[in-house]
C-alpha cells in the first residue's frame, strides 16, 4: 500500500471543509533582513507533535484581531519580538489532527511580522527548534503548497530593493 500525498489526503478532507467542519487559525510569517541588511530571511519553527518545519500559528482569541493572534502566537511558540501587518497576507490549509483524534481542514489566515528581535524566555522555549532560511529555502522546507507559494512570493515582495 503506498503512502497518501499531502494533497490526496486534503482532498479527502474537502467534504468536510465545504460541510463547514473546518477550523480557522491566525498565523506569522516572521521576517528581518539579513546582517547585511541585503536579504530577507525566514524564521521557520518545529511543529511540536511531527517535527516538521512551520510558521507560528494558533488559535482565535477573544478581543484580539487576527494580527494581534498571530503576534501573539509568533512571541509564545518562537519568542519573537515585532509587529504583524494589519492586512492578512494570504491564507493556507492545512489538516489538523484534534485532540479527539479527528482530522479537520484548518484555514489558516497568514500576517507578515517584522520582527524586532527574539526574547530569551517565552512559553514554548525547549519545544521547538527555530532557524533562519532565505524565502525560497523556506519553502523548500514547509510541507503546505499555499505556504510553499506564500513563502517564495516573499522572494521578490520583501526585498530591500523592492
Not at 477550523?23 to 530577507?40: D, F
Not at 493572534?69 to 492545512?94: H, I, P
Amino acid at each position: 500500500m503506498t503512502k497518501k500525498t499531502y494533497l490526496s489526503r486534503l482532498a479527502d478532507a474537502a467534504e468536510k471543509l465545504f460541510a463547514g467542519r473546518s477550523i480557522e487559525q491566525y498565523g506569522a510569517i516572521c521576517h528581518r533582513l539579513s546582517q547585511g541588511q541585503k536579504n530577507v530571511e525566514i524564521l521557520l519553527i518545529t511543529s511540536r507533535d511531527s517535527g516538521r518545519w512551520v510558521i507560528p500559528k494558533g488559535w482565535p482569541m477573544d478581543r484580539k484581531l487576527p494580527h494581534q493572534v498571530a503576534e501573539r502566537e509568533a512571541w509564545e511558540e518562537a519568542g519573537v519580538r515585532g509587529k504583524a501587518r494589519k492586512k492578512r497576507f494570504g491564507y493556507y490549509t492545512y489538516l489538523k489532527v484534534l485532540d479527539t483524534g479527528e482530522t479537520v481542514p484548518s484555514i489558516v489566515q497568514v500576517h507578515l511580522l517584522e520582527v524586532a528581535g527574539l526574547d530569551e524566555r517565552f512559553p514554548e522555549r525547549g519545544e521547538r527548534q527555530l532557524q533562519w532560511f532565505s524565502p525560497n529555502e523556506a519553502a523548500a522546507h514547509v510541507r503546505e503548497p499555499e505556504l510553499k507559494s506564500l513563502l517564495r512570493m516573499l522572494e521578490t515582495t520583501l526585498t530591500p530593493d523592492k
